[in-house]
Structures are given as C-alpha cells and as structure tokens.
C-alpha cells in the first residue's frame, strides 16, 4: 500500500482553498488514492462544535490568546481523531487551513507571538506538520471581488476584520512561507479554478 501524505492549503479569504481542495482530491482520488478532506477549525464534531464557538462567538467575543487556544484545542481533537487515523491507513488528508493559519491570524494579525503557537502546536498535536503546505496568494483587488459574489457582504467573525488586519495576516502568510521553503510551495491564485489546480498539482508533485 503507498504511503499517504499530508497535505494542507492555506491563504487568506477568499483565496479558493475549498475548490482548491476539492479538485486536488478528485484528481488524486482518480489515480487510485484514498483521500480525506477536511478543514479548519473543524474537522471533528468536537471541533466543529469550537469553530462555531470561534467564528459565531456570543457575547464579545474573545480576546487573542483565548482565540489561539481554541484554535489549538480544535486542532488538537482534529489531529488526533481525524488526522494520524488517516495517514496510519495509508489515506492522503487534504486540510483546508491548519497551524500556519493560526501562524498567521493570531500571530501576525492579532500579533501573538510565534513561537507561543508553537509551543501551543507542540503541546496540543504533538507538532504535526503538513508534508506540503500550499499558500494560495491572490491579489487583494480580486480578493475583494471573489468575496463579494461569496459574502454579500456577510462575513463571520474573523473574516470581517478590517483591511489592516487581512494584510497583516498576508504577510504573514509570506514571511512564513519564505522561511520553510522545504514545506511550502507558494501558488499564483488567479486565472480560473483548473488553472489554478494545474500549480497546485505540479506543487504536490502527484
Ligand atoms: P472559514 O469560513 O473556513 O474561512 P475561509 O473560507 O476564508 O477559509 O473560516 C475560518 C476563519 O478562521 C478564517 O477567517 C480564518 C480563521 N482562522 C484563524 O484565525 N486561525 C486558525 O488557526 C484557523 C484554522 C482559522
């Protein structure tokens, strides 16, 4: 039986990780794969039950580091119930965001330290990472556009954060990917979603 991998895509909204996931998984599923997909935070029924924490919060919401734990604890309950059991069976799992998404929104947006979401990573998930993470990058022009088809103007708690925050987030995004660029491939996000999938394929290397 091959070997499974781990494989996550990351960016900022409305960037087409969820299509993006979508094809990758059709694509490796036609050559004979066995593939889970998923997402974050969620993945899990407990998980899910904290993203709707997350991302529909009552009351005022939380502040950074109560968020980075929610998102550490989602992953960790994601990881250890979703995530190994597949890549023990062999299975590829495709993850819609993880941890360089915390890495990024917690720690370059709402400037948590980023070696406290390590430590956090390391603590919750035993510091899992991805075999190959694929940073969608998109123009933010086009973010705006795609989001207002997406959205009409109906984002969730963290989506609706200002422009300052989202391009701190991508920044984020980029520095992070420069600084491991054995894990990550970066990806041009434009064109049409088969387009897109071709780099994304020739990224995995499948
Ligand atoms: P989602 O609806 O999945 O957003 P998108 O479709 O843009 O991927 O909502 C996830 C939101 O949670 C998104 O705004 C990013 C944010 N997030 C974090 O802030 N930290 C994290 O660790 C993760 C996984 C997501």
Known sequence: MSMGRFIALEG??????????????????????????TREPGGTPGAEAIRAMLLDPAGEGWGPRAEALLFAAARADHVDRLIRPALARGEWVLTDRYLDSSRAYQGG?????????????????GGLLPDRTILLELHPDEVAQRLAVRDRGVSDRIGGRDVAYHARVAMAFRR????????????????????????????VGA
């Open 176 to 203: 992070i990917a420069a600084a491991d660029p054995a894990r990550f491939a970066v990806v041009e996000a434009g064109g049409s979603p088969d387009a897109v999938h071709a780099r994304v394929l020739a990224a």
């Open 109 to 125: 947006g709402s400037g948590l330290d980023d070696t406290d979401l390590l430590t956090l990573h390391r603590i919750g998930s």
């Open 12 to 37: 900022g909204e409305g960037v087409g990780k969820s299509t993006q996931v979508r094809l990758l998984a059709d694509a490796l599923r036609a050559r004979g794969h066995g593939v889970v997909t």
